[in-house]
C-alpha cells in the first residue's frame, strides 16, 4: 500500500498570500489530521477530518482552514500568511475516528517571506 | 506545565548502549503513542499502547496509566537510532494528539 502522500514538498509565500495543502490518505483510512510543527512551539494538533466533517479543531485562528473529500483526501488552507506561519505542516492518517495508530505523510516545509 | 513532559532533552551515547527515553502526561489517555523523526521531517510510529509492555526488534515500549509514565527503551543502540524521540497521547476527551517536546537522542559509532 501507498503510504501517506503530501504535496507540496516545499513552499515559499509572502505574506498575505494565502496557500493551500494536500494530504492523500493511505488507501482505506477514512480519518486525516493536520499538525504544525515550529521550533518554537513543537508539534501541535490543528484539526481532524472523518467522513467529510471536522471532528475536532485546534486552537489556531480561523485563518486556518480545511476540507476532506468523498475519496478521504484532505486540503488546508491558510489564509493571510504570516511570518509565524512558517512550518513543517504534517497530515497523518488512520482507518478510523479514535481508532488505530496514525500514520505520517513526509510533510509540507512553508517558508513565508 | 506542558501535558506531556519529555526527558532528557538531549542524549548522546555510544554504540550499544541501553538508552532510557522517559514522558509523563497529566491529562486522562486513551493511549500513548511513541513517534520517531529523522532529520527532513518524516514521522514514524513506533508504539501505540494503552497498557503494560510492547517490543519490537530492539525498542521496548511500557506504560504506567497508574503513575502517569511511559518509557521508552532502546537496547544495543545503533547510530542509524539517531532521531527525535516523540512521546503524545491520545486525550479520552477526544481524538486529537498532544505532543511532547521530543528527545532529540545521537549515538556515537
Known amino acids: 500500500k501507498a503510504g501517506v502522500t503530501q504535496t507540496p514538498r516545499y513552499l515559499i509565500k509572502t505574506r498575505g498570500q494565502q496557500v493551500t495543502l494536500s494530504c492523500s490518505p493511505i488507501?482505506?483510512?477514512?480519518?486525516v489530521s493536520w499538525y504544525q510543527q515550529t521550533p518554537g512551539q513543537g508539534l501541535q494538533f490543528l484539526f481532524e477530518y472523518f467522513s467529510e466533517t471536522q471532528r475536532n479543531k485546534g486552537n489556531f485562528p480561523g485563518r486556518f482552514s480545511g476540507r476532506q473529500f468523498s475519496n478521504s483526501r484532505s486540503e488546508m488552507n491558510v489564509s493571510t500568511l504570516e511570518l509565524g506561519d512558517s512550518a513543517l505542516y504534517l497530515c497523518a492518517s488512520r482507518i478510523g475516528l479514535r481508532s488505530g495508530t496514525q500514520y505520517f505523510g513526509p510533510g509540507t516545509r512553508l517558508t513565508v517571506l | 506545565k506542558n501535558e506531556v513532559e519529555q526527558s532528557p532533552q538531549n542524549l548522546t551515547a555510544q554504540e550499544g548502549e541501553f538508552i532510557t527515553i522517559n514522558c509523563s502526561y497529566s491529562?486522562?489517555?486513551?493511549?500513548l503513542h511513541w513517534l520517531q523523526q529523522h532529520p527532513g521531517g518524516g514521522i514514524v510510529s513506533l508504539f501505540m499502547?494503552?497498557?503494560g509492555k510492547k517490543k519490537h526488534g530492539r525498542l521496548i515500549a511500557t506504560i504506567n496509566i497508574q503513575e502517569k509514565h511511559s518509557s521508552l527503551h532502546i537496547t544495543a543502540s545503533h547510530p542509524r537510532d539517531s532521531a527525535v524521540y516523540i512521546c503524545a497521547v491520545s486525550e479520552t476527551s477526544g481524538s486529537r494528539l498532544t505532543f511532547g517536546e521530543g528527545t532529540q537522542l545521537t549515538v556515537n559509532p
Open positions: 491529562v486522562g489517555i486513551s493511549a
Open positions: 499502547l494503552s497498557s
Open positions: 488507501s482505506g483510512h477514512r480519518s
